[in-house]
């Protein structure tokens, strides 16, 4: 009997053969209708209910005035934040987890999403700053984060443990930092505090659609020219510097790729946990191929914090909690699996 074959040979214009991943490809469409499905029925969702026949017919420019007053202007923005965020954690942690060659190697233990809330905390604590001001604040705090990471981390080169260790160190640094912000807060600034680093989608508009869906049309292109150079880089740098490979120019450009995804995701809704950590793994389970999975860590990162986001709202009645509060215990739960699972496997 034969094995029904995993790719496909592609001949391209010019002579170029392209090799597809069947299986990728089948997961990446069933991921992007799932992420599109728990979409029409988020925007669906509230006191207000709305048919999903209805939300279609209104995203189609056929609903009525009220309607197309509560899905365009109050709950299509929020999806769309949480289908970019979702992507964007999703593929910043693929990266993370590529680069490092490690499992854990996500922006929650390494310490990014504590940096960009370092930088939150301060415009809240010291400045009383706008909403704006905040998102400004937590996208410099990553941003200065991963800097630190990577300068601390060097040394002819960054390598995969090396980064988590020095990711751990700071991320105890900071979070001791951002308690310490808290402590100086006043209540109203505080409780303000606890909200944004809890992690939500409630209230997101417009103005946090459009900066992040650019940063991702000009990131996504940038970081899959340069995954054919990342796959050759998980045989090793001497392999990947003997087939070609500029290894650390090819590294340096997809962490900064990375950290800015990470931070301006942050900066959107907030330290939404464990997302980044769990979907580039959830995303290699399904396509059981090797490499980044990129396309599928994105993917499953959009479906998975837009179904959490409806479970928050659907699931525990008349309490509608924070999304962070969904992703952090389902991602707990993931985080001690997989512990357990690299254990047995005598990888740590």
């Known amino acids: 009997m034969k094995t029904p074959t995993r ?90 987890q590529a680069v490092s060659r490690n499992p854990l190697g996500s922006p929650d233990v390494l310490g990014l999403s504590q940096g960009s ?40 080169g960054v390598h995969g443990y090396r980064l988590v260790l020095v990711g751990i160190g700071v991320s105890a640094i900071v979070t001791a930092v951002n308690g310490y912000l808290l402590t100086k807060a006043d209540l109203v600034d505080a409780a303000r505090a606890v909200v944004w680093m809890t992690g939500s989608l409630n209230g997101r508009d417009w103005q946090q659609v459009w900066p992040l869906l650019w940063l991702c049309v000009l990131l996504v292109p940038l970081v899959l020219a340069n995954a054919p150079g990342l796959r050759m880089m998980e045989m090793g740098d001497d392999v990947a510097n003997a087939l070609g490979v500029r290894v650390q120019r090819v590294r340096l450009v997809l962490m900064v790729c990375a950290v800015l995804l990470t931070a301006a995701a942050t900066a959107a809704a907030g330290p939404v946990g464990f997302v980044a950590l769990t979907a580039p793994q959830l995303a290699r389970r399904l396509t059981r191929s090797p490499g980044p999975n990129l396309v599928p860590s994105l993917c499953m990162g959009a479906a998975l914090l837009v179904t959490a986001d409806w479970a928050s709202q659907r699931a525990f009645g008349a309490d509608q909690l924070p999304v962070g509060v969904v992703t952090g215990v389902l991602g707990g739960a993931y985080l001690l699996w997989l512990l357990v699972t690299e254990r047995r496997a005598g990888r740590i």
């Open 7 to 96: 790719s496909r040979a592609v001949r391209a214009p010019g002579g170029l053969c392209l090799r597809l991943d069947v299986r990728a490809l089948i997961v990446v469409a069933l991921l992007l209708a799932a992420a599109l499905a728990a979409g029409v029925a988020l925007i669906g969702t509230g006191d207000a209910e709305i048919p999903a026949a209805d939300v279609l017919r209104t995203l189609a420019g056929n609903g009525t005035a009220y309607q197309h007053f509560i899905v365009h202007e109050l709950r299509l923005p929020r999806v769309l934040v949480g289908l970019l965020v979702g992507a964007a954690l999703g593929l910043g942690g693929a990266l993370f």
């Open 117 to 156: 809330t370092a930088g939150a905390l301060i415009v809240i604590v010291l400045m009383s700053g706008s909403a704006t001001q905040v998102t400004v604040g937590a996208l410099i705090g990553g941003l200065v984060t991963g800097f630190a990471i990577y300068l601390l981390a060097w040394k002819q």
